[in-house]
């Protein structure tokens, strides 16, 4: 949803945004800036790590899978971190140059190319997996870890169920549990139902994996 939101702008070509195409490229901005690190946090601090010690050898012939998605974490990082720059120039300024609607959109097409294969990965072999393999107790102990990186403060038995339920899981945001006492929760949440009600989209994205992409090739 997030990448469709960006992709969508980028077909803008810089033009002057409505007040609600602004507050949604923000909250798209602002999720990939402070939501989506600790996506990769519950992964690669929690998840991966747990995943790795497990003798099954089902597990065994993914690890090579976990090297590659952490590589494209950080592959993403720089494309991430200029979309940022050049999507708050756009809302400061009003508009985007053309060369800065360029370097906008070829920075979304590398991302929407990495994406297609890292997600189908992790919904289709991934999470599964975790599910069947993980122990009740690692999950919620994973799920603790979630809940703590969110908000340190607040972490309570209601709010490790939340994300218990929705560790693997990548529902519409409003159908999304939340621990209405946690303000992380609801603002993301807020968020998300922002992004998803100013750029609906008619069609889902899409759960094939793009065919021969390499992410690492600039």
């Not at 400061?92 to 060369?99: D, Q, W």
């Not at 991302?111 to 919620?140: C, D, K, N």
Request: with cysteine; glycine share 4%; hydrophobic share 35%.
């Amino acid at each position: 949803m997030f990448m469709r939101t960006l992709s969508t702008a980028g077909q803008f070509e810089g033009r002057l945004l409505s007040d609600d195409e602004s507050r949604a490229l923000e909250a798209a901005l602002r999720y990939f800036r402070e939501a989506a690190p600790k996506h990769n946090a519950d992964e690669e601090e929690s998840l991966f790590p747990r995943l790795r010690c497990l003798p099954d050898l089902e597990v065994q012939r993914v690890l090579v899978n976990l090297d590659r998605l952490e590589q494209e974490h950080r592959w993403a990082n720089p494309l991430h971190m200029e979309i940022d720059r050049l999507g708050q120039r756009w809302l400061s300024n009003g508009r985007l140059g053309k060369n800065d609607v360029r370097a906008f959109q070829t920075a979304i097409g590398k991302l929407v190319a990495m994406y297609g294969t890292h997600i189908h990965f992790e919904e289709s072999v991934l999470f599964p997996l975790a599910t069947r393999i993980l122990s009740p107790a690692q999950t919620t102990d994973i799920a603790r870890e979630m809940a703590k990186r969110r908000n340190p403060k607040r972490v309570t038995e209601h709010s490790v169920q939340v994300y218990l339920q929705d560790a693997y899981d990548r529902r519409d945001p409003e159908d999304r549990t939340v621990n209405g006492d946690d303000p992380a929760q609801v603002r993301e949440k807020m968020l998300d139902k922002t992004i998803a009600d100013s750029f609906p989209a008619s069609d889902p994205p899409s759960s094939e994996p793009a065919p021969g992409v390499d992410p690492f090739t600039t």
